[in-house]
């Protein structure tokens, strides 16, 4: 069964600096999407960026970069510029189509301060 | 723009007591599930469903039964509600079963059983 790892249940950051939240995931089959989405106080949950496996280039939106080592099995989020509305819970989460199902990791908060 | 509408947001129940936690979603999204958050352990798939008529098991659903008569609505019941059904449950939709495809998410019901 897939199963998807975050290591660091908090992390902090000043305003404008950069910070990277780790994930890693296991897997035996090739084809699989992965996926962070954050989840501020307000509870809903908003997909930040995707990265598709069979993607050598790593995904990039806006402030938020991926860096995706598919041997690894790593794919960690880094966020630059970080902003006082960055500070949330970040969740990693994987997804395959062979079963359809949406399997997230523990999750990582994120606080910032000024 | 609606999106993916959950009620209640909050409920309290005695432990034994039933209850059905509404979702719908007017996206016209094939794919919903049912996700339950607890502290420490991320969101947990409870059940499925990859279109009308189809319903599936996902990592934790003892306890819970769901059923998905229209494309739209996709309810959550509670048999016979215990402690540990304590949780903050979220409900998913996307546009189909696939790895790529982005979940939208509820704002979540707060469910508390006492």
């Known amino acids: 069964a897939q199963t998807v790892t975050q290591s660091q249940p908090e992390m902090s950051v000043q305003e404008a600096e950069t910070v990277t939240l780790s994930c890693t995931y296991d897997?035996?089959?090739?084809?699989?999407?992965l996926f962070w989405y954050k989840q501020p106080p307000s509870r809903q949950m908003i997909l930040v960026i995707r990265?598709?496996?069979?993607?050598?280039q790593n995904a990039t939106e806006n402030r938020f970069s991926v860096n995706f080592q598919k041997a690894a099995k790593s794919f960690s989020l880094k966020i630059s510029d970080s902003q006082l509305g960055d500070a949330a819970m970040y969740f990693c989460?994987?997804?395959?189509?062979?079963?359809?199902?949406?399997?997230f990791g523990t999750g990582t908060r994120l606080q910032v301060f000024p | 723009n609606a999106g993916v509408t959950q009620t209640p947001k909050f409920q309290v129940l005695k432990t034994g007591q039933s209850m059905t936690l509404q979702c719908a979603q007017d996206?016209?999204?094939?794919?919903m599930s049912w996700y339950r958050q607890d502290p420490g352990m991320g969101l947990r798939l409870i059940h499925y469903s990859v279109g009308a008529g189809i319903t599936d098991q996902g990592e934790v659903p003892n306890g819970y039964n769901v059923s998905r008569s229209t494309t739209e609505d996709f309810p959550l019941r509670l048999l016979s509600a215990a402690p540990s059904q304590t949780s903050v449950y979220f409900c998913?939709?996307?546009?189909?079963?696939?790895?790529?495809?982005?979940?939208?998410f509820g704002q979540g019901t707060r469910l508390t059983v006492v």
């Open positions: 897997t035996s089959e090739s084809d699989y999407y």
């Open positions: 989460a994987y997804n395959s189509a062979e079963t359809d199902k949406l399997i």
């Open positions: 998913a939709s996307s546009l189909s079963a696939g790895a790529s495809t982005e979940a939208f």
């Open positions: 996206m016209n999204h094939e794919y």
């Open positions: 990265q598709e496996a069979y993607k050598q």
